[in-house]
């Protein structure tokens, strides 16, 4: 049972490790996206009701859903860039244990480049 699931979800990890950050970044576009499109839809109430006793109440939400939009928009930026390097460590952190194991099996103890007071000890 182990074997013909290892054929399956290997490939299934491998894509979804490269895919992941792509995925981050497309969400992220679609959030810029979308805030500049609500913008819009409120400076557009200006011309659909052309009466200037208007024009301070979308010109007013306009301005703060483009404020607060710009203080979400850092905020996403800020964990896209932390779930890609979260991503990017695990990825390397696999690949080190692997080869820590493989090359720790040949010694008693060993120090590990994951941090300081990581030690390995050969089964």
């Avoid at 607060?68 to 896209?80: D, E, N, P, S």
């Amino acid at each position: 049972m182990k074997a013909p699931m290892t054929l399956i979800m290997t490939p299934v990890e491998i894509i979804g490790k490269f895919t992941k950050p792509f995925a981050l970044a497309i969400r992220l576009f679609a959030n810029m996206t979308a805030g500049h499109i609500v913008v819009l839809a409120m400076i557009s109430l200006i011309f659909t009701f052309q009466k200037w006793l208007i024009v301070p109440a979308p010109l007013g939400m306009a301005i703060g859903r483009h404020a607060a939009g710009t203080v979400r928009l850092i905020f996403a930026g800020v964990l896209f860039m932390l779930l890609t390097s979260v991503f990017i460590g695990q990825v390397r952190a696999s690949h080190q244990l692997a080869l820590l194991r493989t090359v720790g099996s040949r010694t008693s103890v060993r120090q590990s480049s994951l941090g300081p007071g990581v030690r390995w000890w050969a089964a």
